[in-house]
Every structure is written in C-alpha cells, then in structure tokens.
C-alpha cells in the first residue's frame, strides 16, 4: 500500500481513515516505525506547514492531531521493547494555577509527531512535578505552558526550582502561551520560545541540534 | 460637556473636549483584589462593593473610584430569569449558571474557568431536545426601564446596556466545550451552524425583550464574540463568514431597528483581518482593541478603518505594560495609544478587558491619569 494515504487521511483528520489504513499496513507487513517515520511525521509536518500559511486553524490541526493519535496509539504497541528511535524526550505541563491545555496538548501532538517522546504533565502542575519527571529519565527539554499573564509567575517559580535541583545545566526550556514575549522567554532564561505548536516543534528540534 | 455629550460625539466620530473614559463595565473593570488594593494605595474607605461578574470575579467599582478616573459610561444589566438561583459549592469551588455551564476555580486562582458543558454529545438530537432558558422571562427586564430612566435623570452618564451571555460563537462554546466546537468545525459543520442558529434565536428573542423596553433610554448596545487569538483568527475566516458573521448582522439589524443606540462588539485579540466584515454586519464600535496581538497596531488601524467603526479600548497593553512596566511606562504607552486612536474622534478609552488581581495600583492610577492628561482635544503628537 501506498504510505502516503495515511499521510492524505491525517491531514484531513480523518481518524476513522487513519485506523483502518494503518491496521492494512501492518497487515501488509509493513513495520511500525516505518508507518511512522514514512506517514505519521510527514503529515504532521504538513499540518505545521498548512498552519503557518494560515490555510489551517487550530480546529484542521485539532483533528488531524486527532487522527495522527488515533494512528500512533495502534502502532505504540507493537513496538514495545523495542530501541527508542526518539528525536529527543520532552516533559510538557501548563504550569501551577492554570487549568488551560488547548494549546499545550496541540504541542504535545505535533511534538509527538515530530518524532519526539512527550512525557505530559497536564495542567495546573506544581514546580516540584516537573523537578520530578525530569529525575526521572533524562530529558532533553522541558516545555512549559501559560495562557494568562497572572499565572505567568508561576513559570519563574518553576524556572527558580528547576534551578534549585540542579537541572537547568542538562535540560532545555521551552515556553509558550497567549501573554508570553521572546522578551519574557529572556527574562526568566528560558532556552526557547515559540508563539504556536508548529513554532514549538521548529524551537525543539532546534534546541536538539535537529533544526 | 458633559459624560453623555462627550460620549455621543466620539461615537459619531467627531472631537469632543476630551476623549470619553470608561471604567466599570463589564469588561473594563477590575478584579475585586486590584479593587481593594487600589483603594488602600488612595487612602480611600474600602467599602464592600458588589461582583458584578461571578466568573470573572470583577467588581462594580466605588462610585468615588469611578469619579476619580473620570468614568463618561455607566452601566445597565438585565437579570437572571425567575426560575434561576445561584449556589455555589463551596467544596468545588464551583458554579453551575442557568444554561447547565460549569465553572470552576483552581485552587489559589483568580477567577472561574469553565469546567463542564451541556452539549456532551454533539448531536442535532441533542441540541433539540435542549432546553434553553426562556429568552422572554419577564424578570430578564424587571425595573430595568425605571433603573435606566432613572440613571438618565441622575446622572450625566452615558447609559450602556451589557449582555447576559457572549456571542453567538461564544455561547457556542460555553455550551458545548471549546475543543469540542473546534473539533466540530473540523468534522461536522452542519451542527456547529445549528448550534449556532439556536443560540441566534435566543440573542434575537433577548434582546427583542429587552430593547422594547429600554431602547429610547440606551446608548450603546453590548454585543460580544471573540474572534482572535494572539497570533491571528481562533478559526478560519471562511467559516466566520459562512456561519457567524451573517448572524452577527442579523443581530446588529435587530439592535439598529429598536433603538438609535450604537452596537458595541466585544472581541478579543488579532482581528484585524475581521475588521472590514464586523463593518459589514453592521458593529459601530469594536473593544477593546487588544494592541499585543498581532496586526492590531493602534496607528494603522486607524488610518484603515477609523471612518467607519469607533475604537472603544486600546488602554494600555494588558499582557507586558499594564502588569509589569512601571506607571512612566504605562503613561508614555497611554500617550502613544490616545495619539494613534484619538484624532477626528471615533475613540473612547478603556482598560484592554478588566484589570487583573495583581496589578500594581499605582499603573491602574497611571492608566486613567495619563487618559485624562493625554486625553485633551486637540491631542498633542
């Protein structure tokens, strides 16, 4: 089969379409990091381009997000046991106090679809979860999400505790979000930020010698 | 001149002695912690004031806060319908309004986010069997022609009628999720335009109520939908124009038709794009001119469209000046908006949606000083 109408059913965020072509490459013997590599991450790249020339909106990327997942999760089990062939591994969380994902769980998916391993915290997440998720396997960024300018503090105590625990030398940081500046990003020395998920995918790849 | 002089000749585009101020609407006040914190930093008696919006957690402002800012607006708001009581549980921290929303606060958060929707399904059989709340419930407008007549009376205020509810996407999403209506407009666009229609129905019967009442006494008309995000639309501008936009002018004709009194369209971030088809579907006044977003510099804005729609915001950035800049900045970012917006008139000032908890009193007391400095016809370069 044609990997490419995977990659077509993606882009049009059409899951159902997504499934059953993927289950028919599997059939056909095709290997999972192949549907991936082949399909999966080139829609994806599409999505972000599409989205940067504004012929997309966040509703195209939701669902083509949507069906990218519903691809990955048939796939993810198959390759159980398997060496991790991850670009890099990202812990993403909106920080404490505010409960906003839309735009988080969009840069996880595209980060996903990039090729990343994504570690998400959700939302609404203390400083002490994210020091906790990066002991917990070496990670190469971590992604931190505000959508309001009151909660935006909550990015430097989190910047302040990453800090404490030693963990600034050996992780990159990535931020986003509606109220948030490249000034701000400089400001409370974060590595990185990227005003959309498909900025956030470019940041990242970046931010791991991939760009 | 007084407030509602001044006021009626910015909205008719012409320059009055200064530049109208607003302060104390529905989305141009403050957060009840920036309130008391303002009033301690004045000296003034921190008397109990009411919220005016539970979700928000905003305040109606002391009436002596309000004369000092030189507020020109004040403010008229329908009630709940009679068969409506509000609880909050206090084990939540939540809320349910009369249309089944949710609303929650995080913990130590400022104010209420949404948190559950009535639409779960997204099916035309759901949305039919839908019990929306009367529109016509007669406690919707009970007193509001003696409030409005009255305020008319006594005070020289401009009078500005808010509405209950957002517009007809807003409400849209309030009632079925956000990623829910996005993922809708993705898959399935014949109900986002039904669920649409419904809640035009609603706006159109409300306001029908509402404005044979006060729509000799009113002059501005409150309308809401946001439509921008930071970077640029929250959806695509094909479907604003097939489904929302000629429901915007629906309403905007059903307003023009029962009062001589301006429409005022509340929407949020980059809309620039938007500006020209707002015009269309007939918006007199667009707020709160988000300057942070992208496209919306002030001076361009107004060399575009300031003949033919009034600018009603544009205070200060929210997002970098107003929190974090010190009061020098916030009066040279005050100068250079009033600069950009004022010229012909077409403009009245206002905070860029309602003032949050932590910001620092002396920007708010910086914010409204610079207005009424800066303000002055003829402006200064």
Redesign the interface.
């Given at each position: 089969m044609d990997l490419r109408d995977i990659e077509d059913a993606v882009v049009r965020?059409d899951a159902p379409g997504v499934v059953a072509l993927v289950q028919q490459a599997v059939a056909e013997g095709v290997e999972p990091k192949q549907i991936i590599a082949e399909s999966l991450v080139p829609a994806m790249a599409e999505v972000g381009v599409r989205f940067e020339r504004?012929e997309f909106?966040?509703?195209?990327m939701?669902?083509a997000s949507?069906a990218m997942q519903a691809g990955l999760g048939l796939l993810k089990p198959l390759m159980v046991g398997e060496q991790s062939t991850a670009v890099g591994r990202v812990v993403v969380g909106t920080v404490?106090?505010?409960?906003?994902d839309?735009g988080k769980n969009l840069v996880c998916t595209m980060l996903e679809g990039a090729g990343f391993e994504v570690v998400d915290l959700g939302a609404?997440v203390p400083p002490e979860k994210f020091v906790t998720a990066l002991r917990q396997a070496k990670t190469d960024i971590v992604g931190m999400s505000a959508l309001?300018?009151?909660t935006m503090?909550a990015m430097e105590r989190t910047m302040d505790a990453l800090g404490e625990a030693g963990l600034l030398d050996e992780v990159k940081v990535l931020v986003g979000g509606?109220?948030l500046?490249q000034?701000?990003c400089d400001q409370i020395g974060a590595d990185g930020y990227a005003?959309?998920a498909s900025a956030a995918v470019r940041k990242a790849r970046a931010l791991v010698g991939e760009g | 001149m007084n407030s509602r002089e001044r006021v009626l000749l910015a909205l008719d585009h012409k320059e009055p002695d200064r530049v109208p101020i607003d302060f104390g609407g529905v989305v141009s006040s403050l957060h009840h912690q920036a309130h008391r914190n303002l009033l301690e930093y004045l000296d003034m008696p921190t008397e109990k004031v009411p919220i005016m919006d539970m979700f928000q957690q905003i305040v109606d402002p002391a009436p002596a806060l309000k004369e000092r800012f030189h507020a020109d607006i004040v403010g008229l708001f329908p009630h709940d319908s009679s068969d409506f009581e509000f609880k909050l549980d206090p084990t939540t921290d939540s809320f349910v309004d009369e249309w089944g929303v949710v609303y929650r606060r995080p913990r130590g958060g400022y104010w209420y986010d949404l948190a559950g929707h009535p639409l779960r399904e997204g099916t035309i059989d759901e949305l039919n069997a839908f019990r929306f709340p009367d529109p016509r419930d007669m406690n919707r407008v009970k007193g509001l022609a003696d409030e409005a007549q009255r305020l008319l009376k006594e005070t020289d205020k401009a009078l500005m009628i808010h509405a209950p509810i957002g517009g007809v996407f807003e409400q849209s999403y309030w009632l079925r999720g956000l990623e829910s209506l996005f993922m809708d407009m993705g898959h399935n666009k014949q109900y986002v335009e039904a669920l649409a229609e419904k809640v035009l129905e609603w706006l159109l019967e409300f306001w029908t109520l509402v404005l044979d009442e006060v729509g000799p006494y009113v002059h501005v008309v409150e309308l809401s939908d946001d439509l921008g995000g930071q970077h640029g639309p929250l959806f695509s501008p094909d479907l604003y124009r097939g489904i929302y936009k000629p429901r915007h002018r629906q309403l905007a004709d059903l307003i023009h038709r029962k009062t001589e009194a301006k429409v005022f369209l509340h929407c949020c971030g980059a809309i620039r794009w938007a500006l020209p088809d707002l015009i269309e579907s007939g918006m007199d006044i667009i707020n709160p001119v988000q300057v942070s977003a992208r496209d919306m510099e002030t001076d361009r804005l107004k060399r575009e469209f300031g003949e033919d729609i009034v600018f009603w915001g544009g205070g200060a950035d929210a997002t970098k000046v107003l929190p974090f800049g010190t009061p020098g900045d916030v009066k040279e970012e005050v100068k250079r908006r009033i600069h950009d917006l004022a010229p012909g008139g077409g403009f009245v000032f206002a905070p860029i949606h309602n003032i949050q908890a932590d910001v620092p009193p002396e920007n708010i007391v910086a914010l409204f000083e610079a207005a009424h400095e800066y303000g002055q016809y003829p402006v200064g370069p």
């Open positions: 965020g504004a909106f966040v509703p195209e939701l669902i949507r404490e106090g505010d409960v906003h839309l609404d309001m300018t009151t503090p509606a109220p500046t000034e701000y005003p959309d | -």
